[in-house]
C-alpha cells in the first residue's frame, strides 16, 4: 500500500522561499512518475510540477521559473523548492503518484503580502 508523507511547509512573505518534501513507500519510489499538486481556499486541487522516473519535470503556467521539482530516489523523497513566493500560492500541497488516487495528509504553505 502506497503511503505518502508531505513536510516543509509553513509560513512566509511574499518573496520567500521554502522547500517541501514527499516521502513514499509501500512502492518502487524509482520507476514512479511523481507529482505535486496544491489546493488553496475556496478552490479545487490543481496541478503544480511532475518529475518523471528519469527526471525530467514539467510545470503550471503559473509556477513555471519560480519552482523547482527534484527526486531522489535513494531516499524515495520529492522535492518542490519554491522561491519568489507570492500571496496566491498560499494553498494545502499535496504529493501523488501518478495514476493512483493516494495521497497525504498535505502540508500548509501560507504566504503573507
Known amino acids: 500500500q502506497v503511503q505518502l508523507v508531505e513536510s516543509g511547509g509553513g509560513l512566509v512573505q511574499a518573496g520567500g522561499s521554502l522547500r517541501l518534501s514527499c516521502v513514499a513507500s509501500?512502492?518502487?519510489?524509482?520507476?514512479?512518475?511523481m507529482s505535486w499538486y496544491r489546493q488553496g481556499p475556496g478552490k479545487e486541487r490543481e496541478f503544480v510540477a511532475r518529475?518523471?522516473?528519469?527526471?525530467?519535470?514539467f510545470y503550471a503556467p503559473s509556477v513555471e521559473g519560480r519552482f523547482t521539482v527534484s527526486r531522489d530516489n535513494s531516499e524515495n523523497t520529492m522535492y518542490l523548492q519554491m522561491n519568489s513566493l507570492k500571496p496566491e500560492d498560499t494553498a494545502v500541497y499535496y504529493c501523488?503518484?501518478?495514476?493512483?488516487?493516494?495521497w497525504g495528509q498535505g502540508t500548509q504553505v501560507t504566504v503573507s503580502s
Open positions: 501523488n503518484v501518478l495514476g493512483t488516487n493516494t
Open positions: 509501500g512502492t518502487i519510489f524509482s520507476r514512479k512518475t
Open positions: 518529475i518523471w522516473s528519469a527526471g525530467n519535470t
